[in-house]
């Protein structure tokens, strides 16, 4: 081969490296254009809907379902119902209309007829449903639902009680709507179940808020007083005899927002030193007050952020169509003066 065909050969062969090496480049351009520029999974909304905002407990949580959504790209629209199931059926049937692909529950009442016909709408539109911290009852589908263990709480407050007190006057703060209120009350009441020394003298409904509990305590305090200072005058047939008519010295609170109200409370009214609190969430708020204040015991501690980790993975997973198990169970863990500053103090667990 003479010189001028090896030079043309030479240059075809330039040109054909050229051409890959370009080709290459390009892709490689594609691919980090693809990845930073191109959003994933743009068509694919989600609605949040949690009974309250005003608990940092679900802002917490949806804190978890936030980052969820901006790692894959997914819109995440989030609404507060203000404990208002109407509202939250007209958020649901929002969603459903805003065409979202899944929507994230976290219920006002566990059994309601209008959130009841918000979920049959979702139903019949296809959009999954996965329910967080408390359950809900419906004939509508379900996806699956993530929560703690809300009744071991309660047994877990109810063995401390056992433990370090040999009787007990107990007044409960309730949120009879809220399923998990129920079952961590019932979980305390089922491990006293017996007990003849310990008993429930009073409940009150407090909406597991602040603002709700300390009126309420405040007003069980000065009827206790008020029974005690006119008890031969007061009986049970009199029209302003009250629910309060015993003199408690443990309060068991649904949660730690009841629980801190109760405790304003007491102190505001100057109670006796001996009534103890209990409480259930372990927020940073409530632990504050363990071995700093006499009149806060414990907390069964439950984690928003393992909550929320495990309600994305779960949602991922129901995106994929892949499936899920009906429940998912998360364990809580009772927190003390003893143990307080190994589970964390300052932050959620």
């Known amino acids: 081969m003479n010189l001028r065909g090896q030079n043309t050969v030479s240059t075809r062969w330039t040109k054909i490296?050229?051409?890959?090496?370009?080709?290459?480049?390009?892709?490689f351009i594609i691919g980090i254009f693809s990845d930073h520029l191109i959003p994933k999974h743009r068509s694919i909304k989600i609605g949040a809907s949690y009974m309250t905002m005003n608990n940092e407990f679900y802002k917490i949580l949806n804190a978890e379902i936030e980052k969820f959504?901006?790692?894959?790209?997914?819109?995440l629209l989030v609404r507060d119902p203000e404990l208002n199931e109407e509202k939250q059926a007209q958020q649901i049937e929002s969603f459903i209309e805003e065409g979202v692909s899944l929507i994230v529950l976290n219920p006002v009442k566990n059994k309601s007829q209008l959130v009841d016909k918000a979920l049959k709408k979702a139903g019949k539109a296809n959009v999954p449903v996965v329910?967080?911290?408390?359950?809900?009852?419906?004939?509508?589908?379900?996806a699956t639902t993530v929560?703690?263990?809300?009744?071991?709480?309660?047994?877990?407050?109810?063995?401390?009680?056992?433990?370090?007190?040999?009787?007990?006057?107990?007044?409960?703060?309730?949120?009879?709507?809220?399923?998990?209120?129920?079952?961590?009350?019932?979980?305390?009441?089922?491990?006293?179940?017996?007990?003849?020394?310990?008993?429930?003298?009073?409940?009150?409904?407090?909406?597991?808020q602040t603002e709700i509990a300390m009126p309420q305590v405040e007003k069980a305090i000065d009827e206790v007083r008020r029974v005690r200072r006119?008890?031969?005058?007061?009986?049970?047939?009199?029209?302003?005899?009250?629910?309060?008519?015993?003199?408690?010295?443990?309060?068991?609170?649904?949660?730690?927002?009841?629980?801190?109200?109760?405790?304003a409370a007491i102190e505001d009214r100057k109670a006796s030193e001996k009534i103890g609190i209990y409480g259930v969430d372990g927020s940073?708020?409530?632990?504050?007050?363990?071995?700093?204040n006499p009149h806060v015991l414990a907390t069964a501690a439950q984690s928003p952020v393992k909550m929320g980790r495990q309600t994305a993975k779960v949602m991922q997973k129901i995106l994929d169509g892949e499936k899920v198990k009906d429940l998912y169970k998360i364990p809580v863990q009772l927190v003390t003066a003893t143990n307080v500053q190994k589970v964390g103090k300052l932050e959620w667990q």
């Open 284 to 292: 940073p708020e409530f632990k504050h007050f363990l071995g700093e």
């Open 69 to 75: 959504a901006q790692e894959e790209n997914y819109k």
């Open 17 to 27: 490296l050229i051409s890959l090496l370009l080709l290459l480049s390009l892709s």
């Open 131 to 142: 329910v967080v911290d408390a359950p809900v009852e419906t004939k509508e589908k379900i």
């Open 147 to 208: 929560m703690s263990d809300n009744y071991q709480a309660g047994r877990l407050l109810a063995q401390h009680l056992l433990k370090t007190r040999k009787n007990a006057q107990i007044l409960i703060l309730e949120h009879k709507d809220a399923a998990s209120g129920r079952d961590r009350i019932q979980g305390f009441e089922d491990g006293l179940k017996g007990k003849t020394n310990y008993r429930i003298v009073g409940r009150l409904e407090t909406f597991g």
């Open 230 to 263: 006119f008890a031969s005058e007061v009986g049970p047939d009199r029209p302003d005899y009250r629910q309060i008519s015993d003199e408690f010295d443990m309060i068991m609170s649904l949660n730690d927002r009841a629980a801190i109200g109760a405790l």
